[in-house]
Nanobody
Framework: QVQLVESGGGLVQAGGSLRLSCAAS????????MGWFRQAPGKEREFVAA????????YYADSMKGRFAISRDNAKNTVYLQMNNLKPEDTAVYYC??????????????????WGQGTQVTVSS
């Protein structure tokens, strides 16, 4: 059973930065893709960013382009989300997700069978 553990969330002022980490319990070379999603209170869980593990290709939600960056470290079995210029509307629980087989849809929650427990990010104005 794949386990994903997020860390790095917290409270930050608007304009600040945070780096989230997601450590996987197994070797990440078996993953086809990993992604980050977020869910604010009363809202649907939405796509943030994803990375195709083997090629390092990255995919972003339009509203995150230029502010967020996803990256990976094979040796540490870890994916990161660097978040810059944070805004109060970025406040949410951020979830890490993974899949081991092929997909051509990196943006859908349904593409990812494995999920972490989430880490809270709160941005104060």
């Amino acid at each position: 059973q794949v386990q994903l553990v997020e860390s790095g969330g917290g409270l930050v002022q608007a304009g600040g930065s945070l780096r989230l980490s997601c450590a996987a319990s197994e070797r990440t070379f078996s993953f086809y893709a990993m992604g980050w999603f977020r869910q604010a209170p009363g809202k649907e869980r939405e796509f943030v960013a994803a990375i195709r593990w083997s090629l390092g290709s990255t995919y972003y939600a339009d509203s995150m382009k230029g502010r967020f960056a996803i990256s990976r470290d094979n040796a540490k079995n870890t994916v990161y989300l660097q978040m810059n210029n944070l805004k109060p509307e970025d406040t949410a629980v951020y979830y890490c997700a993974a899949r081991t087989g092929y997909t051509n849809n990196y943006y859908s929650r349904a593409s990812y069978p494995y999920w972490g427990q989430g880490t809270q990010v709160t941005v104060s104005s």
